[in-house]
């Protein structure tokens, strides 16, 4: 009987021991797959570190490219040279008169001879018919450019008109070669009795500006005089969608005293021509530009 609980004893002694071996060789098997592990982490890291030494190594040997200087979308659209002449002008400064177009004539770009256009924003009410300003006015000195004057007049109006300098003079025959599409003039005038004739043509004149109006004084039994002062300086305006009115009035090459006294008319006959339902501050600003180049804001009161 005690030899058989000695021998179960040391069965169990001996499991106890085989027991805790087996669990010995487990924590190094899981010790060994953990340093393996390790060794291969630190593998790939060194094989990464290569490649970015490498990488960059090469990237230092190549030559740098040299850095332009980024321009701003609204720069990119204009010249380098306009650019240059934009800084001559103060942003928000209004000049007065005499000063902006010496300014205007030292910013224009152009290679001709351009034109000093002048532009007002009129403070009206752009949904109302009644407030749409539109007219016309003789410019002291002229605009600098040759105006083309077409008359359709009765035949007993047609002699007037020719001996007057219209560059075209006729009565149904030039109906009928507008309606084919010529416009290759700048001024049409006629009797009132053809603007039943003219009236098929609005398509074709209207968006050009150049139907005849009672307004503007194209539609008139005055043939003579309305073709001479078309000829020698007169303008008519009108009023876009926006509100603004544009007019070239004058060359830059005149005189400055000259382009003054022009301006100075043509502003005259905007105020005039303001409706009499316009309500609050009737002209809200005024800038001149030579035909290439930018904007000059001018002080309105130096325009009285």
Do not use: C
Not at 10 to 33: D, F, H, P
Not at 60 to 75: F, G, H, I, V
Not at 152 to 163: F, G, L, R
Request: charged share 35%; no cysteine; aromatic share 4%.
């Amino acid at each position: 009987m005690a030899k058989e609980q000695a021998k179960k004893q040391e069965t169990l002694a001996g499991q106890a021991i085989s027991n805790k071996q087996r669990a010995e060789k487990g924590k190094e098997q899981e010790v060994k797959e953990e340093v393996k592990k390790a060794s291969k982490v630190e593998e790939v890291s060194k094989k990464e570190a290569d490649k970015a030494e490498t990488k960059k190594a090469k990237t230092e040997d190549k030559p740098k490219k040299a850095t332009k200087n980024k321009l701003k979308k609204s720069e990119k659209k204009h010249s380098r040279r306009y650019r240059e002449v934009f800084g001559l002008i103060e942003k928000d400064k209004e000049y007065k008169i005499d000063e902006a177009i010496e300014l205007a004539k030292k910013v224009s770009i152009s290679k001709f001879d351009g034109s000093l256009e002048i532009h007002i924003r009129l403070g009206v009410d752009l949904k109302s018919p009644e407030q749409m300003v539109r007219g016309a006015t003789v410019l002291p000195n002229g605009t600098g450019k040759t105006q083309k004057v077409v008359v359709i007049a009765n035949p007993d109006k047609e002699k007037e008109a020719k001996e007057a300098g219209a560059d075209f003079v006729g009565s149904q025959d030039i109906v009928e070669k507008i309606s084919k599409g010529w416009t290759d003039f700048d001024v049409l005038i006629a009797t009132p009795d053809m603007m039943g004739a003219l009236g098929k043509l609005g398509k074709i004149l209207g968006p050009k500006g150049l139907m005849p109006n009672p307004k503007t004084g194209t539609v008139t039994m005055n043939i003579g005089s309305t073709v001479k002062a078309a000829k020698t300086g007169r303008v008519e305006f009108r009023m876009d969608k926006t509100g603004i009115i544009h007019q070239g009035v004058g060359k830059l090459s005149f005189d400055s005293e000259k382009l003054i006294e022009n301006i100075k008319s043509y502003f005259d006959a905007i105020l005039k021509a303001k409706p009499t339902t316009s309500k609050g501050q009737f002209v809200k600003s005024v800038s001149l530009s030579p035909t290439m180049g930018p904007g000059i804001k001018v002080d309105p009161n130096s325009l009285k």
